[in-house]
């Protein structure tokens, strides 16, 4: 699958300012810096970031708020990973195709560079260069996207506790719509409120971002299964080794591929109202979609 065209200048204009952002390896203590940019520089798509950019771009051509959302978002990922792979949680030694954080830098300081990029995450969204009551609004969506109400900590709960046991599928729609769906809906949503939108036209994003991001989750479900740790760049077939409440082990293969594309035409219908305005978000569903990695 290609990237969509605009995607490698999104893609520099992030790593332009992740690289200004974070503490350099020098600054001391220098170890949680060089921890925390080993994770940050590993390789990661910058989805959230990407789809942040894209969704402000809708409403302005001053994007300079977006991208430190973006960073923000991406930071919180990156700490999101480095903590799911930790041998109290998913006990990785493969992310984003190298030694995972815990592995590099001992399990101390994993922990740490995770607490670190969160802290840091906030101090960036306060910083954003934004009216106050758009950056608190900003500040809120990401805090509750990241959160335990139906966000990624509430998610990551009933992942770890619905590990070996029977699926259902009232309790797997909560863990994708929760651990992955809820941060790619904070980046759609944050993005757009960065860049000034309506709050019609915010709510609109809003059911965009939680379709699309549950897509995105039944579709990584997916290439656990189909695909190989070298293609993924993590352990490949790891989901069922540790029993987890996925869609492929719910539904099947080819079922959770149909649910995947249904919830993709049902995102992209949330755009239709906005036109040629929406084309570039329309590309990036597709991709998100369509992806082998
Ligand atoms: C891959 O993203 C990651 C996901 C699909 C999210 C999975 C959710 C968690 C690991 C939640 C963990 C939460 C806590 C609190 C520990 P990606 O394909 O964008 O990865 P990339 O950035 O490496 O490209
Ligand atoms: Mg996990």
Request: hydrophobic share 45%.
């Amino acid at each position: 699958m290609k990237l969509p065209d605009f995607y490698a200048a999104d893609h520099a204009a992030i790593e332009a300012a992740l690289e200004q952002i974070l503490p350099a390896e020098t600054t001391p203590p220098s170890s949680i810096h060089r921890a925390m940019r080993y994770s940050v520089f590993a390789g990661g798509k910058r989805v959230r970031p990407v789809l942040c950019l894209e969704a402000a771009r809708m409403f302005t051509e001053n994007l300079a708020a977006a991208v430190q959302t973006g960073c923000a978002l991406e930071f919180i990922h990156t700490y999101s990973l480095i903590h799911d792979d930790l041998p109290a949680l998913d006990n990785d030694d493969l992310r984003r195709g190298k030694p995972t954080n815990h592995k590099v830098f001992g399990e101390a300081m994993a922990i740490l560079a995770g607490d670190a990029l969160l802290t840091l995450a906030f101090q960036t969204l306060a910083g954003a260069p934004l009216d106050p009551e758009r950056r608190v609004r900003v500040i809120s969506e990401i805090a509750a996207a990241a959160g335990t109400v139906n966000g990624m900590v509430g998610g990551q709960v009933a992942d770890v506790e619905g590990e070996g046991k029977p699926v259902n599928a009232a309790t797997l729609e909560y863990i994708h719509r929760s651990k992955t769906a809820a941060l790619i809906r904070g980046a759609i949503v944050g993005g757009a409120i960065a860049g000034g939108a309506a709050s019609e036209d915010v709510e609109r994003l809003r059911r965009f971002g939680d379709t699309i991001g549950w897509a995105f989750q039944v579709v990584d479900d997916v290439l656990d299964v189909e695909e190989s740790s070298a293609a993924l760049g993590k352990t490949a077939g790891k989901d069922q080794a540790q029993q987890k409440a996925t869609y492929p082990a719910l539904y099947g293969l080819e079922k959770s591929r149909a649910i995947a594309a249904e919830l993709e035409a049902r995102a992209l219908a949330e755009l239709d109202a906005f036109g040629e305005r929406a084309a570039r978000l329309r590309q990036l569903a597709q991709f998100l979609v369509a992806r082998r990695s």
